[in-house]
């Protein structure tokens, strides 16, 4: 079972910043695609940005495009998602997701497409 924990949410002003983290302890971090979801109230889970095993294929949603950046560290188990001019549409709860898939951008916006999800982290922009 691999956990995975997200850090780094909070309140902050439209216009503001923030980078969430992901850590695992898993070994085999490094073999996962990693991804980045958010849910706001009443509304579905929705795909954010992925990033494949190596670091070396990413891409995000049209939405959040220009304005957030997903990274990772595999020496530290740890995959980031840079946030900036952040808007209050942005307001939700994030999760991070791991998946033992094969990167490809088609697969990568699904939910099914991950094996295991952190509790999620609350992002509030207030206007």
């Known amino acids: 079972q691999v956990q995975l924990v997200e850090s780094g949410g909070g309140l902050v002003q439209a216009g503001g910043s923030l980078r969430l983290s992901c850590a695992t302890s898993?070994?085999?971090?490094?073999?996962?695609?990693m991804g980045w979801f958010r849910q706001a109230p009443g509304k579905e889970r929705e795909f954010v940005a992925a990033i494949s095993w190596s670091g070396g294929i990413a891409n995000c949603a049209e939405s959040v495009k220009g304005r957030f950046t997903i990274s990772r560290d595999n020496a530290k188990n740890t995959v980031y998602l840079q946030m900036n001019s952040l808007k209050p549409e942005d307001t939700a709860v994030y999760y991070c997701a791991a998946s033992l898939r094969d990167y490809s951008r088609s697969s990568m916006v699904e939910r099914n497409a991950y094996d295991y999800w952190g509790q999620g982290t609350q992002v509030t922009v207030s206007s």
């Open positions: 898993a070994r085999t971090f490094s073999t996962y695609a």
